[in-house]
């Protein structure tokens, strides 16, 4: 019998560093911290972030036709589950994705997702409003799809592969939603047919990554430009995986977990550098696992849930990731700096340099890490401290979110 084992990659969130961004190894030099369990174990549920919360729905619980409707909401700050109101459909292996605050949630199956049997592949799109916990119908998806992947990219969520019948019939074809006029469209295919693909978004491309046919998992690369609508292939994984968590987070894309083709679950954890295209190793996570969910909240990634395979068990863990330090240039002998020149790259080409704390900077990334999940204000104001001139108590340079081309963080020590 054919297995499938897969993840749902949702609510992806991205940082753009350029110039300066490129691995240093106080990146990696962090651990995984266990959380608070989710109430119930589960495997192939759509996870996404809103508002700094974690939002987890459906998936498969305590056995393969165990096929759930819940929707369990995390506070990170309190590390603390609270049920909300179910999915309008029972499914797995759906896949979601926010924009403006709001969950987008498509497709998945009804029944056995490991061996696709039993159920139906659904076409449905949801939209949840997490400040009044409330669901909408939208327009289907074209095709119907489940183990598919998606990435918000400014209105757009990109739905890229999946399965798309019980014969785990696997499809390159990417679909387009858009999220202010409720419609869809078709975009460039990508160069082969894979499910559970691990997507994030980076200085405008996004980056497929790994993914499976049922049988076989793969090492592939791949980068999509929505503004070319082209694919270009990259630098392979170091592991071939599908169901992997991937997540772009202080300017790096993080590749973590997944499934093997002989079924079995990696706890290793891969971290690729878009600039000088290559990956190494970061620390493994506590527990090996696939089919699960992953988003960045408030500088910490997450990742919750998910399935240990040989033999395949839902499990309920939660894991939390910080990474302390800035990514800065391989020629710097150590990373160790307490404050950086903050360079800003505006649409304009106009430049602004900013001489700030370690903590400014990280905060401004943070800022910048939410906005793009369009989460929080338009704006940012920066304290322009020593570069206050005039008779002022304080001067605050706000930027503008659209208006950033780039940015650049230059980390130093003071004496």
């Excluded at 990659?9 to 110039?19: K, T």
């Excluded at 592949?121 to 949801?126: K, P």
């Excluded at 006029?181 to 499910?195: C, E, G, K, Q, V």
């Excluded at 800003?344 to 106009?350: E, P």
């Amino acid at each position: 019998m054919k297995k499938i084992f897969l993840s749902i990659i949702s609510c992806l969130v991205v940082v753009f560093s350029l110039g300066t961004n490129v691995f240093a190894e106080s990146e990696v030099d962090n651990h995984w911290i266990m959380k608070n369990d989710l109430p119930s174990p589960l495997a192939g549920s759509a996870v996404a972030e809103a508002n700094g919360k974690i939002y987890v729905f459906g998936g498969i619980s305590g056995s393969l036709t165990d096929i759930k409707r819940t929707v369990y909401e995390y506070d990170p700050i309190n590390d603390s589950w609270i049920q909300k109101n179910d999915m309008p459909v029972t499914a797995a292996a759906s896949t979601a994705s926010t924009v403006d605050g709001k969950i987008y949630v498509f497709g998945g199956y009804t029944g056995n997702i490991y061996t696709m049997t039993g159920g139906s592949v659904l076409n449905s799109a949801y939209i949840y409003d997490p400040q009044t916990d409330t669901w909408e119908k939208k327009q289907n998806m074209p095709v119907t799809k489940a183990w598919a992947s998606a990435v918000s990219y400014e209105d757009d969520i990109y739905i890229v592969g999946g399965i798309i019948d019980s014969k785990a019939t696997t499809v390159a074809s990417v679909e387009v939603y858009n999220t202010k006029t409720d419609s869809w469209a078709t975009r460039a295919s990508m160069p082969s047919a894979l499910h559970a693909v691990g997507l994030a978004v980076y200085n405008d491309k996004i980056y497929a990554v790994g993914g499976g046919n049922g049988i076989t998992s793969y090492k592939n690369v791949r980068e999509y430009d929505p503004k070319s609508n082209l694919w270009a292939d990259k630098a392979n994984l170091i592991n071939a995986k599908d169901g992997s968590g991937t997540v772009s987070f202080n300017g790096v894309i993080y590749s973590i977990g997944g499934g093997t083709t002989s079924g079995d679950s990696l706890g290793s954890v891969e971290v690729y550098n878009p600039i000088t295209d290559t990956w190494k190793e970061a620390p493994n996570l506590n527990v090996a696992r696939s089919a699960f969910g992953t988003v960045v909240v408030n500088g910490k990634i997450y990742v919750v849930g998910g399935a240990i395979f040989n033999p395949f068990k839902p499990t309920k863990t939660v894991e939390e990731f910080t990474s302390t330090s800035v990514p800065t240039n391989p020629t710097d002998p150590e990373p160790s700096g307490d404050r950086a020149i903050l360079t800003i790259i505006m649409t304009t080409g106009l430049e602004k340099e900013f001489d700030l704390s370690m903590e400014e900077v990280k905060a401004f990334i943070n800022w910048y890490d939410a906005k793009e999940n369009g989460i929080g204000p338009a704006q940012y104001g920066i304290d322009k401290h020593n570069n206050n001139k005039g008779p002022f108590s304080k001067r605050v340079d706000y930027v503008i979110f659209k208006n950033i081309l780039s940015f650049e963080v230059d980390e130093y020590t003071t004496e």
